[in-house]
T-cell receptor, first 113, second 110 residues
Framework: DAGVIQSPRHEVTEMGQEVTLRCKPI?????LFWYRQTMMRGLELLIY????????DSGMPEDRFSAKMPNASFSTLKIQPSEPRDSAVYFC???????????FGPGTRLLVL | SQQGEEDPQALSIQEGENATMNCSYK?????LQWYRQNSGRGLVHLIL?????REKHSGRLRVTLDTSKKSSSLLITASRAADTASYFC??????????FGQGTRLTINP
């Protein structure tokens, strides 16, 4: 079975550009999570969805970040405009209904120059 | 907020030895989980221990939980080169919202 799929795997962009990260959760999972991992701050939860509805976005750093989940099999995390301090690895994870464990994708390594 | 803190930050041992990592947390929990992250990869769930459990085993993994001390330990027995990875503990902060520690970076030397 396919796990969580993220694209792109690597992204290099220039400051000020828009960046869109994509995630396809495991089929049948109804919770989706976006995380950011940096050396300084570790793994931080940005936002999570249940049944395509955002439940907690308190981790979203600022208005430059937005996330959507238009259907059960697709989510996007957008950064506009991007800044060098956004450079990090962004992970998407999913979980089944009532599940306590999360299944992580391979991550997107973002570098903003 | 950061709930779990792992100790040590880095650990280097010889293949075949046992590796022990510790996690401390701050508030009451329903369960505590351990995840592994290989370099350049996503996190993989290893084991979950509930607050009413004191010890749990899975293959070469042994997890203990002491709720009175708000601490947990992960023991990997008979380590292998493939165990080289970072290990994170995670606790729930509200429904399904996991908070991860900074991790222990484990290196197994051949």
């Amino acid at each position: 079975d396919a796990g969580v799929i993220q694209s792109p795997r690597h992204e290099v962009t220039e400051m000020g550009q828009e960046v869109t990260l994509r995630c396809k959760p495991i089929s049948g999972h109804n919770s989706l999570f976006w995380y950011r991992q940096t050396m300084m701050r570790g793994l931080e939860l940005l936002i999570y969805f249940n049944n395509n509805v955002p439940i907690d976005d308190s981790g979203m750093p600022e208005d430059r970040f937005s996330a959507k989940m238009p259907n059960a099999s697709f989510s996007t995390l957008k950064i506009q405009p991007s800044e060098p301090r956004d450079s990090a690895v962004y992970f998407c994870a999913s979980s089944p209904a009532g599940g306590e464990t999360q299944y992580f994708g391979p991550g997107t390594r973002l570098l903003v120059l | 907020s950061q709930q779990g803190e792992e100790d040590p930050q880095a650990l280097s041992i010889q293949e075949g030895e046992n590796a022990t990592m510790n996690c401390s947390y701050k508030t009451s929990i329903n369960n505590l989980q351990w995840y592994r992250q290989n370099s350049g990869r996503g996190l993989v769930h290893l084991i979950l221990i509930r607050s009413n459990e004191r010890e749990k085993h899975s293959g070469r993994l042994r997890v203990t939980l002491d709720t009175s001390k708000k601490s947990s330990s992960l023991l990997i027995t008979a380590s292998r080169a493939a165990d080289t990875a970072s290990y994170f503990c995670a606790t729930e902060e509200g429904a399904q919202k996991l908070v991860f520690g900074q991790g222990t970076r484990l290196t197994i030397n051949p």
